[in-house]
């Protein structure tokens, strides 16, 4: 029987936010672009059609955007870890990956960046 798990990608959500512990990141919002990956067993979603069985990525999209926007960071660890825990949220997504890029952080780099991941057991 194959049960194939879906993998929702989340691509190049750029927002602003306040990042940094320098005093002119802390007094000026910049620019971060996050890309999430979320994994979960997709079985019961294609098989009743049912919005209830599948992981509502708007719902997730619509929290990272008000967490990173309403909140202050001092580290990119931080921010990736709280927008990791609302990707992980759902009980059954069963693996997550958060990336958090600041454009232009460093010197002669496109971006500097994070990620962290998180696995959980399927359910049963």
Known sequence: M???EAQIHIKNLR???YIGFNESEKENKQDVIINAWIHY???QAYDTDNVE???NYRTICKEMIAHTENNRF???EKLTADLLALCMSADHVTFAKVEVAKPH???FADSVSL???A???PQA
């Open 115 to 117: 990620t962290l991941s």
């Open 74 to 76: 001092l580290l990119l």
């Open 53 to 55: 069985k599948a992981v």
């Open 41 to 43: 067993p997709a079985t």
């Open 105 to 107: 952080a460093l010197r």
């Open 2 to 4: 194959i049960k194939p």
């Open 15 to 17: 927002l602003r936010t």
């Open 119 to 121: 696995t959980r057991e």
